[in-house]
């Protein structure tokens, strides 16, 4: 799942039967510079685009950051212990609780639907949100900081 401040950019599923792996993520990461030259064709054009993904074993490989730096994708570093990417799955998991789907496909439909039905300003407030938790940071000067202010 990849998206910006204005809603979804680009999803994929993993096929059955597969892991994420560098090589499976170099593959999304091919699709996802696709949509965002679709979706998003002013950052594209500008080279303005930038990714942050977390630090997952796949996303941190060699491979990728040879194949990042060949495409000149610049990155957001992705600070350690950060629950920045993950308000999207409680989310989805609400959405979803207590429905019974009889095929994978049913899953991914309803899946699919649910993240379609997030709202933009959801994504802007995820996107402030971020933004502050980043200032903390700075702000704290590697400090540590609890109940979400420095």
């Given amino acids: 799942m990849f998206f910006d401040w204005k809603g979804i950019v680009h999803h994929e599923f993993v096929p059955h039967g ?11 990461l091919v699709h996802l510079r696709d949509a965002v030259g679709g979706k998003r064709p002013e950052l594209w054009e500008n080279q303005t685009w930038m990714l942050h993904h977390d630090n997952a074993l796949a996303h941190a490989s060699l491979l990728i950051c040879i194949y990042l730096a060949k495409h000149q994708t610049s990155i957001v570093p992705h600070p350690s212990y950060s629950p920045d990417l993950f308000f999207l799955f409680p989310k989805l998991k609400t959405t979803l609780k207590g429905c019974h789907f009889q095929t994978i496909e049913e899953i991914r ?4 639907r649910e993240l379609h039905a997030i709202t933009g300003s959801v994504f802007q407030e995820a996107f402030q949100q971020w933004m502050k938790r980043w200032e ?4 704290s000067r590697e400090d540590y900081f609890k109940g979400g202010s420095a």
């Fill in 18 to 28: 597969l892991m994420v792996n560098k090589q499976f993520y170099q593959e999304v």
């Fill in 136 to 139: 903390w940071c700075i702000t």
């Fill in 109 to 112: 439909e309803n899946a699919i």
